[in-house]
């Protein structure tokens, strides 16, 4: 999570789904809090991983300047309203604390490749409004292969309404992986992911 040069302190995930994020980070000394508002995800990530989750909106966290960094992986690019989320953020951090969010990036060549079929087009919006500084930003190409396999250079491949996986969609990831860490070399805006790291 670009958190190599920062001492271990304590960090909240956003929409931290089944929470695998959030154990790597406690294995590297990080002491750990989720925030999830699916209640199956949320309690499977208490149970199973032994890592607090508050179940619920952003905005129901009654804990401000608390945390040292917030982050959120592909969770602003769902929301209606993602500057009150990160208005929400900007309180939960301690002063100097740093927002970490990754989103898809639309200059990717993903999105250059797969057009309108490009599975990031989720309409991604940024962060000086909610009060945040320093912003740094920067595109990488991890999450190549989810994006190929995801994406499609036609319609989606549906059955009855629901999507499936061929195999076809497994090799379309691999080979995609390869192309965009190639392109990657010699376009370092290309990247699948937008990283934004603020201070507080």
Not at 46 to 63: A, F, N, S, Y
Not at 80 to 90: G, N, R, S, T
Not at 97 to 112: C, E, F, I, K, Q
Not at 120 to 133: I, M, N, V
Request: with cysteine; hydrophobic share 40%.
């Amino acid at each position: 999570m670009y958190l190599n040069n920062i001492a271990p302190g304590r960090l909240l995930e956003v929409g931290c789904g089944n929470g695998k994020r959030l154990a790597r980070m406690r294995d590297l000394g990080w002491d750990v809090t989720g925030q999830e508002i699916d209640s199956v995800a949320s309690e499977y990530v208490r149970q199973e991983k032994g890592i607090p989750v508050h179940l619920g909106p952003l905005e129901t966290m009654d804990t401000p300047g608390e945390f040292d960094v917030v982050i959120l992986s592909h969770v602003i690019e769902h929301l209606h309203d993602p500057v009150a989320l990160l208005k929400m953020c900007h309180l939960l951090l301690k002063k100097n604390g740093l927002l970490v969010l990754l989103t898809p990036n639309v200059a990717s060549y993903g999105h250059r490749k797969f057009g309108a079929g490009w599975c990031g087009l989720e309409s991604p919006r940024l962060a000086q409004k909610s009060g945040f500084s320093n912003p740094n930003s920067w595109t990488t190409p991890i999450g190549a292969y989810g994006i190929g396999q995801s994406s499609s250079s036609s319609a989606e491949t549906t059955k009855a309404g629901c999507q499936f996986m061929a195999t076809r969609d497994v090799l379309r990831g691999f080979w995609f992986q390869l192309a965009a860490h190639l392109v990657f070399q010699f376009d370092k805006n290309s990247g699948e992911e937008c990283v934004l790291m603020a201070t507080k």
